[in-house]
């Protein structure tokens, strides 16, 4: 049924049929308003963007390969790679090969550790293993370096060389990457990166693009087969300190300390241990830098042809990390030298601080083959040894197993830590030995005996942990008993481990001469602590 309209809403109706078709009008005229402007704009933003796009072809180093439209802007400084805490980007991390940074790795937690992954090599491993960010740098004796994530997966592999002698009574006839690289951030070329600095097989030190393996430089430091670099590159205040050593002693060669530049690796200065036209005193431990007095400590090898005029070799020698010009030594007398005569450093010096008589001392300390470590006062090794200590048989061959001693010591602030050849603990005959050590007078706080071989290479050391490779196996023990925490045993053909062990970011990681790189992680499912 149709409804009657009241009076007056026909008016009404018509009154709002003007004013909105006013209304509409106007949104029409706005709405054109606003398209003009609008397409006016978009010409502008569209130009200022291609003048953005032009300016930005000519910095493609900041522009990405694979552009998003919710990428942020560019920066326009490069970051700069950096080493961070926890990492162990060198050989004895610096020189004490102590850790502060690992707290995940303790007294309460080392049991918890479980083998994660193995990286084979066609060669030993004996060079240290060191780790930055989530990357291991590792040498082997078939010539290559290698970088390989923490979680075991292959990054690069680049040759480097092999060393070889196959004459009679030659040990070892062949070897390749023995040397532990020292990994730091450089500019070379302009560019900010990572470099691996570290001697290869054919007796020449290289630096490497630690990304991609890229060789940047290498130096040749001497000549092939006689000369070999055993020790691993110290950087201090833009230089690298490496010596050279003979392959096998067939033949001896003349020992050296050289600085090069690390950017370029040129040649700043040279020290030879023995006279020009001698042989002896090769340097086949690595270098100790003392960054606080700009010194640098080596220990050498034998005497040579001109043992008569050979003050440097088979001693401890301090030089100016500026010049390397000698600023003290002291060398073993022959009433402590070894039956067979060969009686020479084969070890790093290690860095460490006593208190004697109530003042501090800045010490310096290093193991001979005759096994006795020396102690001695920063800048005044001439006067002799501040305290000495018997940590091993002195053998009649130095070479034999279980004989001479050759294992740098470790510090963590408090305690020496010294790994050693064969001796007698508590009325036991071991084959090793692993001690602490009071620094102000050499004497042990603990002994641990090793049943299977002599410590050869340098401990790892973490707050609360002690680790130690010999023979067959990898201990743990406590840093303030010395009692034994956790073991492995790897029963390959072959195995021996030679190699010294690198404990960074909740990882333990160790080489072995039958070509494994073991991987360790410390679990905490099976901890007594949380992560």
Known sequence: MRMREKPGQA??????????????????????????????SSRLDAQGSRH??????????????TANAAMPSPSLTPQVPQIEPGDWPGYLLGNGSYNAGEVRITNTTVSALRLMWT?????????????????????SWDGYEHATTVDGQRIWSTYLGVDGDSADGCDPDSAGVASTATIAPL????????????????????????ANGHILWKTTLGDTPADFIWDSP???????????????DCPSVQGKLFQLKATTGQVQHVFSVV????????????????????????????????????????ALVELHASTLQVSGSWQVPQSESVGDGDSDFGSTPTLFSATINGATRQMVGTVNKNGIFYAFERGRIGNGPVWQNQISTGPNCATCDGAGTIAPGAWDGTRLYIGGGFTTVNGQSCQGSLRALDPANGHYIWEHCL??????????VVPGVVVVGE???????????GDTLFVFTDNHAGSIFYGAPTIAHAMLFIGNMDGNLYAFKYNRLNAHQPD
């Open 275 to 314: 006279p020009d036209g001698c042989r002896g005193g090769t340097q086949w431990g690595s270098p100790a830098i003392d960054e606080s007095a700009g010194e640098v400590y080596i220990a050498t090898g034998n005497l040579g042809s001109c043992w008569s005029n050979e003050p440097y070799a088979m």
């Open 52 to 65: 953005l796009a032009l300016k930005l072809t000519h910095t493609p180093a900041l522009v990405s390969p």
């Open 234 to 248: 110290a950087l201090y205040n833009g230089s690298i300190y490496i010596g050279i050593s003979s392959f096998g």
């Open 451 to 460: 049943g299977d071989a002599r410590s050869m290479a340098p401990l790892a």
């Open 119 to 139: 990286e084979h090599a066609q060669g030993g491993v004996t060079a240290q293993p060191v780790v930055v960010g989530n990357v291991v740098y590792w040498g």
């Open 11 to 40: 008016k009404i109706r018509n009154g709002l049929s003007i004013i909105d078709r006013l209304l509409m009008t106007l949104l029409v005229l706005l709405a054109s308003i606003y398209i003009f402007y609008g397409i006016a």
């Open 187 to 210: 500019i070379i070329s302009g560019k900010n990166m990572l470099v691996d600095l570290v001697g290869g097989g054919d007796s020449s030190l290289y630096a490497l693009n630690a």
């Open 471 to 481: 023979g067959h196996y990898v201990t743990a023990v406590d840093a303030e008993t």
